[in-house]
């Protein structure tokens, strides 16, 4: 297929100058997108390598197009939610504090747009007991700045997310009627509450009480 080149799995050297060859012949219109489809592809590989490929793309997509402030967003916003994925916590909170401001000021943008929820974990993850409070409102107030809770997946994360900041907090009513929920989510769904959690956050997770703890089942 024609636009195979800007869709490659991995990345070498000559997969790079390749794309680089064609990113030149694309009509300056499309090159943009190419960077971003390739970006993302890349930044999903396991391989290190790839990975730092793709954080190359779209940091140079963020210079190139400046002027383009929601595709500088998505791309702060895919930035920060891989740095989150590899528990590089102190990148991950400069991009997702970025995006925040760039929902206040225009819209909630991007791919994930949770950019909240996540720095909101950021901080729970972190232990930054002085920050419980900022985490709990940041939760509390994704669904009436434009978060979605559409999907069930949304649905558990978030009551997941503000049972354990509530518990932090100590509320604890609070915090048992939110775990009740999402484990009522995850059980409808049939879905493993430790599935999802990207691997390098799980060990932060195994030293929190369970959301059965929590709830008080």
Known sequence: MS????????????I???????????????RMSAMRVQGDNWL????????QAGIGLFERLITDYT??????????????????????????????????????????AGVVRKADLMLAEIILLRNTTKRFEEAYQLIHNYPNTGGSLSWDY????????????????????EAASCAQKAIAVAEAMDFDLMIGKPTAI?????????????AGL
Do not use: C
């Not at 195979?4 to 070498?12: A, C, I, Q």
């Not at 799980?202 to 929590?214: F, S």
């Open 3 to 14: 636009n195979e080149w800007f869709r490659n799995k991995t990345w070498s050297e000559a």
């Open 16 to 30: 790079g100058l390749d794309f680089e060859n064609q990113l030149q012949k694309a009509d300056a219109g499309s």
């Open 44 to 51: 999903g590989s396991l391989d290190v390598a790839t990975q």
């Open 67 to 108: 002027n383009d402030i929601y595709a500088v967003a998505e791309a702060q916003e895919m930035l920060g939610e891989y740095y989150y994925k590899q528990a590089d916590f102190d990148k991950a909170e400069a991009y997702l504090l970025i995006v925040l401001q760039f929902y206040k000021e225009h819209k909630r």
């Open 154 to 173: 949304e649905e558990h994360y978030y009551y997941e997310l503000l049972a354990y900041v509530s518990y932090q907090l100590g509320k604890k009513e």
């Open 202 to 214: 799980e060990k932060y997770y195994q030293q929190l009480p369970t959301l059965t703890e929590i």
